[in-house]
């Protein structure tokens, strides 16, 4: 059997939370292994949740205050959520006001 396949079972879909944010702490940079970009770990506090995400860039394209949405997975390590997955939230009921 292929790996990355199961038997019997569906594969688990993914953990999406929503919130507004609360504070960002960052640490790095990083170096995993040579030839690998530096990588900052930033925790994140979202209505009282946290959550670790690391990626290459020092800042985030998001503030604090800003209400957010991202797809996570839970780890022994606590919660990590996916690469690219992190932006602000549109309510559609005000997007298009003018």
């Given at each position: 059997m292929p790996a990355g396949y199961r038997r019997g079972g569906r594969r688990q879909p993914k953990l999406e939370a929503r919130g507004t944010l609360e504070s960002v702490e960052t640490?790095?940079?990083?170096?995993?292994?040579l030839g690998m970009p530096d990588l900052y770990r930033?925790?994140?506090?979202?209505?009282?949740e946290i959550y670790s995400y690391q990626v290459e860039d020092a800042t985030l394209?998001?503030?604090?205050?800003?209400?957010?949405?991202?797809?996570?997975?839970?780890?022994?390590?606590?919660?990590?959520?996916?690469?690219?997955?992190?932006?602000v939230a549109i309510d559609p009921a005000t997007f298009n006001r003018e």
């Open positions: 640490e790095g940079p990083f170096k995993e292994w930033h925790t994140l506090t979202v209505d009282g394209d998001v503030a604090i205050g800003d209400y957010v949405v991202f797809r996570y997975k839970e780890t022994k390590a606590g919660r990590w959520i996916d690469r690219r997955s992190l932006g």
